[in-house]
């Protein structure tokens, strides 16, 4: 028992030496040289910090310090961008305003003291000191387009068939990429009486664009992605078809991506993921044989598109 209690005691003894050590003596100073706050702003600056440090574990004294920590303000505008060294490293943050100085000091001073870097899915943001950028960040917008294409394209199976196409769909473009999300992409086969005929396409298609040449007003552009389709083609009375995924490829080319209406000729290549399987329709209609097909369709279309654009500062340097 009197070991028991002699452990005790000793892990408790131990325990607070150890949080006495990490409690070490720090100091908090302005470096003058570089900072271009007012006298009365830095002395705040300084107690902000103090206080910051201190909801750390760490002892800030006016002398007889371990270590210092040396913080630096440049104000231009609004916004001020802070400079934090310590034992451990520099921190450097730009706030939007002043008023984000005590949010950035906490987080700055965390991630100092931890070692973890300062990022919003990190453990230094919290929900006391989010500042107002990270409330409510910056985002580059992108020119949202709604458009309607025609075209005319073909099904490669058995044999070939032709018909028109068309559909439509919505655009997210930056300047060199974009994603492109369309709805009810069909081609109708035209039939010859009754033994050929048919309709290919996609319910929904999902793509991702690359503009060639991002700063011009007209651009050559590539794409891939990937579709939810059907196919469904008869051919000397034996029908074929399907539905499933299917992989896409485009090719095409812009015109007037300055402005809030776009003009666009588009070849476009389906190629489903899945077979067709075929029914025999002759005689009474009774679903006979096994065969199987794979049937890809191309095809070429004009585009308008129409919505709007985002407005962007260009900085030439």
């Not at 007012?38 to 902000?48: F, I, N, Q, S, V």
């Not at 910056?138 to 709604?146: H, I, K, Q, T, Y």
């Not at 033994?195 to 040449?213: E, H, I, P, Q, R």
Request: aromatic content about 8%.
């Amino acid at each position: 028992m009197k070991k028991l209690a002699s452990l005790i005691t000793f892990l408790a003894s131990s325990t607070l030496a150890a949080s006495v050590a990490l409690a070490a003596d720090v100091c908090v100073q302005i470096d003058e040289s570089k900072d271009n706050l007012p006298e009365a702003d830095r002395a705040g600056a300084k107690t902000l910090l103090a206080q910051a440090l201190e909801s750390q574990g760490e002892r800030v004294v006016a002398t007889g310090c371990t270590g210092t920590y040396t913080v630096s303000h440049v104000k231009l505008g609004n916004s001020v961008t802070v400079t934090l060294t310590g034992p451990q490293g520099t921190r450097q943050v730009t706030a939007r305003s002043i008023d984000d100085l005590p949010a950035l000091y906490s987080q700055m001073v965390t991630s100092l003291v931890t070692g973890k870097p300062m990022t919003t899915s990190g453990d230094t943001v919290d929900r006391t000191n989010a500042t107002s950028a990270q409330a409510a960040p910056n985002r580059v917008e992108a020119d949202s387009l709604w458009y309607a294409r025609l075209g005319f394209a073909g099904i490669v199976g058995a044999g070939l068939e032709t018909g028109p196409s068309f559909g439509v769909g919505y655009r997210f473009e930056l300047d060199d990429i974009g994603i492109d999300a369309s709805f009810f992409n069909l081609m109708v086969v035209d039939s010859e009486g009754q033994s050929s005929g048919g309709a290919t396409g996609s319910w929904v298609k999902l793509m991702g664009l690359y503009f060639l040449d991002p700063q011009a007003n007209r651009s050559a552009y590539v794409g891939g992605g990937i579709s939810w389709g059907a196919v469904g083609v008869v051919d000397d009375n034996k029908s074929f078809s399907d539905s499933g995924l299917q992989a896409e490829l485009s090719a095409g080319y812009e015109l007037l991506r300055a402005s809030t209406i776009r003009l666009f000729v588009q070849a476009d290549a389906t190629l489903p993921l899945y077979l067709a399987e075929s029914i025999d329709l002759s005689g009474d209609g009774t679903a006979t044989g096994t065969d199987s097909i794979w049937a890809p369709s191309f095809g070429i279309s004009l585009g308008v598109g129409w919505g709007k654009g985002a407005t962007r500062v260009r900085v030439i340097k």
